[in-house]
């Protein structure tokens, strides 16, 4: 969908472009049972290059990218903030 838009869009100076975070500490996790929790933060860890859970500043900064004027070129792209999770 995001390819598709991008192409249609493009035309009219629109970017479409998409942010796949990983796991992603927030307050929330905190409220959930960690006998749940913690196999799924162990298994994501697990695959993840970079050894440590996403921070809510990971997503913000590519997002502050892709608004900003340093990517008027990108466009149609998925921006994987997982720690290298897809690369693993």
Known sequence: MTRTLAA???RHNIR??????GIIETP???TLP?????????AFLA???IQRM????DTAYCALYLASDE????TGQNFC???????S
């Open 8 to 10: 249609e869009l493009g």
């Open 16 to 21: 479409v472009n998409v942010i796949s975070p």
């Open 28 to 30: 929330a996790l905190t």
């Open 47 to 49: 695959r993840t290059v």
């Open 71 to 74: 990517s008027t070129y990108v």
């Open 34 to 42: 960690k006998e749940h929790v913690q196999p799924v933060i162990d």
């Open 54 to 57: 996403g921070r809510a500043d």
């Open 81 to 87: 903030v997982d720690g290298g999770v897809t690369i």
